[in-house]
Every structure is written in C-alpha cells, then in structure tokens.
C-alpha cells in the first residue's frame, strides 16, 4: 500500500515568515503534484512536478522533486495571509495508466497578519 | 472546456438508509475518475477509482461502493449508512496521462444522525 507522509500537520507563522512543507514516501512515484484548498472547496493544483530533482517556482512558492522521486517540499518565501489554507500533496504511482492517485495527510497553513 | 458536477452539496440522512452521490464529467472522454473521502482539515483518502467503464478499484474495506454506468458518470453508494459514513466527500477526474492533473467537484457534506 502506498503512503504519502506530509509534514508538518499545522503550521502558524507570522506574515513574512519562510515555511518548507515535506512529503514523502517509500515508494517511487510517476509523478507528484501539489495542490491548495480552501474550506469546503475542493483541492485545486498548484504544480506538478515529473523529473527527479526537478525544480519549480511559482511566485514565492518553490516545489522540488526529490531525485529518487520518492519525496518533495514546497518552499515558501515571505508568507503573506492570503496563503493562509489546506496544502496537500498527492502522488501517481505505476507506469502506464494505473488510474491510483494517492494525497498525503495534507498541511494546515495558518499565516498571522 | 472540462466541467464536473457533484451533487448533492450537504445530505444528512438517518443511519441505515441508503445513500447515492453523483457525479458526471462533461467536455473529455474516457476519464479516471475517483470518489475521496475527507475529515475536517485533514488529507483525501481515496476511496474509489475507475479507468473505465464498469471497472473500480477500492482502496479501504468500508460500508461503501461505487459504480461506473457511463463513461463519465460516477456513483457512490451505501445500502445502509453508518454514522462513521459522516465526512466530506469529493468526486474527481483526470486524464489518462501519469502528468495530468485531477479535477474536483465542489463536494458532499454527508451528516449521518
């Protein structure tokens, strides 16, 4: 069985503050895709990354592969409250189409004005 | 362009009734699709998956099942609920690709009283 650990669970910072969030796995995945959700919503991707140790930066959000494709972090650099939500990760496992796609426990992200 | 459709939005229903969520995909074809169960600000677990029609994968032993009538239609069924079935249920497709990223519905709130 596939198992996405992501950490931290919560996290409370200070508006200006740098976070990294992890996830990880002992499985090797396809590919791993990041994704931010907000209260009864549903997840909305931010990156997917494909290569390992594969780079990707979005504003002030940085998403690294890990080179055995078995973990990643998203980075984030001077918070601002308007990225206060729900962050999870979420990994494709098998060649081919499996059709398996496995989210992590998810991060609380909680930035303080 | 893609669009999918969950429905209801919130179900409180009695334990041991029946339950039938929907959920139908429109602009794509031949897409996986997946039934996710979330707990309050925690991750997705999956619950269900299916590449195609009449064919589902299921991720946990639970009180749950799922079918695949049509192509782009997706249901998840009980006979009779439990209150453990209570929760946030999100229904989901993407492509065939290992890169493409999933789509969400808006989500079930199911209370079970």
């Known amino acids: 069985t596939q198992l996405l650990e992501q950490s931290p669970q919560f996290l409370s910072i200070q508006e200006g503050e740098n976070l990294t969030v992890y996830c990880n796995s002992s499985?090797?995945?396809?590919?791993l895709q990041w994704y931010r959700q907000e209260p009864g919503e549903g997840p909305v991707l931010l990156v997917t990354v494909v290569t390992g140790g594969e780079v990707k930066k979005l504003k002030r959000l940085t998403f690294q592969f890990g080179d055995a494709r078995k973990d990643s972090s998203l980075h984030i650099t001077a918070a601002q409250p308007g990225d206060t939500g729900l962050y999870l990760c979420a990994g494709a496992f098998g060649s081919g189409n499996t059709g398996k796609l496995i989210f992590g426990q998810g991060t609380t992200l909680q930035v303080k004005p | 362009s893609q669009t999918i459709h969950q429905w209801p939005a919130t179900l409180v229903q009695p334990v041991g009734s029946p339950l039938s969520l929907e959920c139908t995909v429109e602009?794509?074809?031949?897409?996986?699709l997946y039934w996710y169960r979330q707990a309050a600000g925690r991750g997705l677990q999956l619950l269900f998956y299916?590449?195609?029609?009449?064919?589902i994968s299921s991720e946990v032993p639970q009180n749950l099942s799922a079918s695949r009538p049509q192509d782009r239609q997706f249901i998840l069924s009980s006979k009779k609920l439990l209150l453990s079935d209570s929760g946030f249920y999100l229904c989901?497709?993407?492509?065939?690709?290992?890169?493409?990223?999933?789509?969400f519905g808006q989500g079930t709130r199911l209370t079970v009283v």
């Open positions: 989901a497709w993407s492509g065939t690709g290992l890169n493409t990223e999933a789509f």
């Open positions: 499985s090797v995945f396809s590919s």
């Open positions: 602009g794509t074809s031949n897409p996986n």
């Open positions: 299916s590449v195609g029609i009449g064919q």
